[in-house]
């Protein structure tokens, strides 16, 4: 019951959050606020990520190609596809839960914990809408960051193979190019926009509902973290069923 109790509390919030609107120079701050905090502020870590997790497959791949029977371009088309279909969309939004879920739910927390959010509501403002809704505008965004993933994670696949001597440039290019699916993007960016939502709300329903003190707030972004990644991995699951099956 008590799952069941949070997953209806979690979808009144949504509720709330696209009920009365903040007044609209108020939420266009917010929201540049938010895009600074949560997105450019996340790129330093996302680029180091992806270039050398980038490179770690292609190292993998190639050094698993013992057949010589085996083209060696498949090195590239190996790192194409992880990369694309769930390194960049996917690894990369777990990494994302606990870097911006942890803010999220730290911040909300503590104006919870602080009674900022009673005085929000006194002054008759939509709390809900105040905190929450710039940060699920803002995580709309979010396909910017994992098209840079993807970029940098191809990079360090060729920087890694070819400059590592695995494999010439021309046969990574051929690689990288053969039979590619359009909509292999289509799917990781469908995918990337359902994440986006998902880190900006999970959290902030973990931050929103706490109760307790400044200990608390550290065990609500915990708590916040484990349930976003799950809720993440069953959504990637359900999607890649969905469209790839």
């Known amino acids: ?5 949070s997953i209806g509390e979690y979808f009144l919030m949504l509720k709330g959050v696209f ?3 903040t007044k609209g120079s108020v939420l266009r701050n917010l929201i540049l606020k938010e895009i600074n905090e949560l997105i450019m502020g996340s790129l330093g870590i996302v680029a180091f990520l992806s270039f050398f997790i980038g490179a770690v497959v292609a190292i993998q791949t190639a050094l698993n190609l013992n057949n010589p029977l085996i083209p060696k371009s ?8 992880s990369v694309i279909l769930e390194f960049a969309p996917t690894f990369i939004s777990i990494i994302m839960a606990g870097k911006v879920g942890s803010f999220i739910t730290s911040s909300i927390g503590s104006m919870r914990v602080t009674e900022q959010i ?3 509501e006194v002054m008759g403002i939509n709390s809900q809408n105040y905190l929450i809704f710039p940060k699920i505008v803002a995580m709309l965004t979010y396909p910017f960051v994992i098209a840079i ?3 940098l994670g191809i990079t360090g696949a060729y920087f890694a193979a070819v400059f590592g001597g695995f494999v010439t440039s021309d046969q990574f290019i051929t690689g990288l190019q053969d039979e590619f699916i359009p909509f292999h993007l289509t799917y990781a960016f469908i995918k990337t926009f359902m994440f986006a939502f998902i880190l900006a709300t999970v959290p902030a329903y973990h931050g ?3 109760k307790g003190g400044a200990l608390e707030v550290g065990e609500a972004s915990t708590t916040s973290f484990v349930w976003t990644s799950v809720v993440l991995i069953v959504t990637n699951y359900v999607v890649t069923q969905l469209l790839l099956s």
Not at 74 to 81: E, G, I, P
């Open 74 to 81: 498949l090195v590239a088309y190996a790192a194409r596809q």
């Open 118 to 120: 009673d005085a929000l």
């Open 208 to 210: 929103y509902y706490m």
């Open 1 to 5: 019951m008590t799952y069941l109790h």
């Open 149 to 151: 993933s993807m970029f």
């Open 19 to 21: 009920g009365r609107m």
